[in-house]
Nanobody, 116 residues
Framework: EVQLVESGGGLVQAGGSLRLSCKTS????????IGWFRQAPGKEREGVSV????????YSADSVKGRFTISFDNAKTTVYLQMDSLKLEDTAVYYC?????????WGRGTQVTVSS
């Protein structure tokens, strides 16, 4: 059974940092994409940053480039999102998502709140 479990969200002051974690389990093969999406109040869910398990290729939304960094642990079972220089507009529920063999899997989300 595929499972994605997020952690690391919380309340942080603007300009501060948080590190989100997404622990994965249940994947039979290593060739998949995994990353982070977020949904702010009243807004549609949007992609933040994605990494390829196959070759390490990354994608980041323009709004977070230079501030957020996505990475795997050594076993490639946990994906991290290091968030620096946080802004008020980064406030959202952050979701981990993996795509394997054309199937999307979602975590339940973790709240990130940035205060002034």
């Amino acid at each position: 059974e595929v499972q994605l479990v997020e952690s690391g969200g919380g309340l942080v002051q603007a300009g501060g940092s948080l590190r989100l974690s997404c622990k994965t389990s249940g994947f039979s093969f290593d060739d998949y994409y995994i990353g982070w999406f977020r949904q702010a109040p009243g807004k549609e869910r949007e992609g933040v940053s994605v990494i390829s398990d196959f070759d390490g290729t990354t994608y980041s939304a323009d709004s977070v480039k230079g501030r957020f960094t996505i990475s795997f642990d050594n076993a490639k079972t946990t994906v991290y999102l290091q968030m620096d220089s946080l802004k008020l507009e980064d406030t959202a529920v952050y979701y981990c998502k993996a795509t394997d063999l054309g199937i999307d899997y979602w975590g339940r989300g973790t709240q990130v709140t940035v205060s002034s």
